[in-house]
């Protein structure tokens, strides 16, 4: 599996989108990207108007995307990278996706730009939008993130798109010269039975033996490329709910970069919508890159 060949900068003007250009421009050095950056005049129907035609709105916010582009230019000047830029019209998320296809993006980089600590801080907005719409991988940027790539975690179930994401990270920290962590949570759904009784304690004993069974086989698989490659590679299984386990993991082993499937146990309707990866991404103070499929 090839790493990135081309990415996508999704900027708004924002603090946030502009350290995600810079974190995309650092990575695409080392992995020898080509990288594009574009921004979107969201023309909304109030700008059709005779009074906005009059007033030149349309103008002001093109003077506006325009200034956004030199801007990314001189970032990208300064550390040395080229880059293609685009200006597009119409609803963010939509221009952003079709920029990137057109382009022949496999990467499409975004800053998280929710102002709450909240999962909910992305719903609605373009990042959210993109994370569930876009057919190529997504990696959301924190505003606070620097670019530093030593250690990479991988949270598996052992379905589909995460043991694709598993691969993708073990291409990067190849690339990267990065130590591998492998995590998988035991999430036991709660039990309608009277609390404390030997029914209770063996159904739950049971499920947990056979997640374990399950998760440890997904991780076997993974480490097994990773000894191949050469890359060092830890693998746990803790207990808890899934996203603060992942999270409470990546703060005390210092992850630089979390690596996701698209969708886990939510299923493929739902893609992200109420998972596991939502709320990572939503709650991380780390970049996290989600990988479709």
Not at 163 to 168: D, I, L, P, V
């Given at each position: 599996m090839s790493t990135y060949q081309r990415i996508l900068v999704a900027l708004d003007g924002s603090d946030e989108s502009f350290n995600a250009l810079k974190y995309a421009l650092s990575f695409a050095k080392?992995?020898?990207s080509e990288v594009y950056a574009a921004?979107?005049?969201q023309l909304k129907g109030e700008l059709s108007s005779a009074l906005s035609l009059f007033l030149g709105m349309e103008d002001l916010l093109k003077k506006g995307a325009e200034s956004i582009i030199k801007k990314a230019e001189g970032i990208a000047s300064e550390l040395g990278v080229e880059i293609s830029t685009h200006i597009r019209k119409g609803d963010p998320a939509r221009e952003i996706i079709d920029c990137a296809l057109s382009e022949g993006c496999d990467l499409i980089v975004s800053g998280k730009t929710g102002k709450t600590g909240?999962?909910?801080a992305l719903l609605g907005s373009t990042s959210y939008k993109l994370l569930t719409k876009s057919p190529v991988d997504v990696l959301i940027v924190p505003k606070k993130a620097s670019f530093k790539l030593e250690s990479i975690l991988?949270?598996?179930d052992g379905s589909g798109p995460a043991?694709?994401?598993?691969?993708?990270?073990i291409t990067l920290a190849k690339l990267f010269s990065t130590k591998l962590y492998l995590l998988s949570?035991?999430?036991i759904e709660p039990l309608f039975f009277e609390p404390e009784t030997p029914k209770l304690m063996d159904t739950l004993e049971n499920l947990i033996q056979s997640q374990r069974k399950a998760y440890t086989s997904a991780q076997e698989a993974?480490?097994?490329r990773c000894?191949?490659?050469g890359i060092p590679c830890i693998a746990n299984i803790e207990k808890g709910v899934a996203h603060e386990v992942i999270l409470d993991y990546s703060a005390k082993k210092a992850i630089n970069l979390i690596v996701m499937g698209s969708y886990g146990k939510s299923g493929v309707e739902k893609i992200l919508l109420g998972s596991v990866a939502e709320k990572v991404v939503g709650l991380s103070e780390v970049p996290v890159l989600v990988v479709k499929n």
């Open positions: 080392k992995a020898k921004t979107v005049v909240l999962a909910k991988v949270p598996t043991q694709r994401a598993g691969y993708k990270a949570v035991v999430e993974l480490s097994k000894e191949l490659e």
